[in-house]
């Protein structure tokens, strides 16, 4: 089996690698790992060969390399976690994508899935990417796992253009499964649940444990006791109904309610954002892994589902995992082209997305404003046409709530003049 990561210095390249090692540890893998740093991507390939070696695991062959086509030729799995442009969360031109809707009153505390930011990050992004998969299509009948975000901007682009299927990967739902069987005190081993919707936006409609529906015991807890420390999505689960996965910091993006709140409700989330290179146990205890296991040499498996998505489609072992996928009926009251993420089932036979039915209706007309805006862009990447991405920005419920039409228009042009300051667009 070959796994060509791109993007291989990120965190994901390293944590991910050591997930495939636990799965395969008896059978021989390939690791491609291509990055433009190819320093960063060298300390992947150390930390891989000194796993596998510790553990006396079969034969791993590893190399690092800055030629895309070389990395992807006859892979089996692609696995995209890149950063185009620059850094992902700090330094050009991500400063500029947070500090020039904030001069017309949008603050962002992500800027990465939705919003102002999110648009130009996938109009810079998805270019070069779809080189990546024009690539993919020509050398190789592989498996596209894309971790990049904006995640339904870029699969939406990503499922257009690609033979194979490409499959959009989140850890959110499995993270917040746990936040709320901690919440509702109890194991989050015992508990079943529903959850679908769009990217960052899934909702919990069932949450049962030993047969007990929980729902009603946690919206008490949450939009009371709790209300605090879920501020957003409490509220929003007393209006809705129901929980959406995914932190506050996210959440206060895809609505347009909170931006009539002052500057310091969003001031603890920016930190998160501002001191993105100290967050590393934020991030690591999201993906399943405490940081005192960060580095460790043993065989200790994330949330992340790239592994299991592999082990299934070569094996023949069955894996569950939740995957953002082309809607095709799954979710029968949202969009039929848009990107929505929904419970899959990978085995011997391929990737199975789950029929989900109907959202409830408040939380589908959520996600449907959010849809609106991740179409545009998307349509604006297919078609080369800047004027539907400038019609996104002004679509953006942060900045509906906040800026006139003028308002927004003059935001884009900004934006876009910076973009091609940087020689990004």
Excluded at 40 to 50: F, M
Excluded at 143 to 165: C, G, Q
Excluded at 341 to 369: N, S, Y
Aim: include cysteine.
């Amino acid at each position: 089996m070959k796994v060509a990561i791109i993007g291989a210095g990120s965190g994901f390249g390293g944590r991910i690698s050591i997930d495939i090692l636990t799965r395969f540890k008896d059978d021989e893998v390939e690791f491609a790992l291509c990055d433009l740093d190819m320093k960063k991507a060298g300390v992947v390939k150390d930390y891989i060969e000194n796993v596998a070696a510790v553990n006396r695991l079969k034969h791993k062959k590893t190399y690092v390399t800055d030629d895309r086509r070389l990395a992807v030729s006859g892979a089996d799995f692609v696995m995209l976690s890149v950063a185009i442009g620059g850094p992902a969360y700090y330094g050009e031109p991500f400063d500029s994508e947070m500090a020039i809707p904030a001069k017309y009153g949008i603050i962002q505390t992500v800027g990465d899935t939705i919003g102002p930011a999110a648009v130009f990050r996938a109009l810079r992004s998805a270019p070069v990417m779809l080189e990546m998969i024009k690539d993919v299509n020509e050398l190789s009948d592989a498996y596209i796992l894309n971790l990049t975000n904006p995640m339904a901007i870029l699969t939406w682009v990503f499922t257009e253009k690609s033979k194979l299927p490409v499959i959009g990967l989140c850890h959110g739902v499995l993270n917040n499964a746990e936040v709320l069987a901690e919440a509702a005190g109890v194991p989050v081993s015992g508990v079943k649940y529903k959850a679908f919707g769009i990217n960052h936006m899934t909702w919990f409609t069932e949450f049962s444990s030993g047969g007990k529906d929980l729902l009603p015991l946690l919206k008490e807890k949450i939009t009371v006791e709790m209300k605090d420390e879920f501020f957003f999505r409490a509220q929003a689960m007393e209006s809705f109904g129901y929980f959406s996965t995914e932190g506050e910091r996210h959440f206060s993006e895809y609505v347009p309610w909170f931006r009539r709140c002052g500057p310091e409700v969003f001031e603890p989330y920016l930190e998160i954002t501002r001191g993105v290179k100290g967050k590393r146990q934020k991030w690591l205890t999201d993906m399943g892994i405490a940081i005192e296991n960060a580095d460790s040499v043993e065989l200790v498996l994330s949330h992340e589902s790239a592994s299991g998505i592999m082990r299934a489609l070569t094996a023949g072992d069955s894996f569950d995992f939740h995957g953002n996928v082309k809607n095709n009926e799954l979710i029968t009251n949202l969009p039929p082209n848009a990107i929505v993420e929904v419970p899959c089932r990978a085995d011997k036979t391929g990737i199975t997305p789950a029929p989900c039915g109907d959202l409830p209706p408040g939380c589908a007309a959520l996600c449907k404003l959010n849809i609106i805006e991740q179409e545009l862009a998307a349509y604006s990447i297919l078609n080369n046409d800047l004027t539907l991405a400038k019609q996104a920005l002004a679509l953006d419920p942060m900045v509906m709530a906040v800026c006139s039409l003028k308002q927004a228009g003059d935001m884009f042009d900004e934006m876009l003049t910076r973009e091609r300051e940087l020689g990004l667009l």
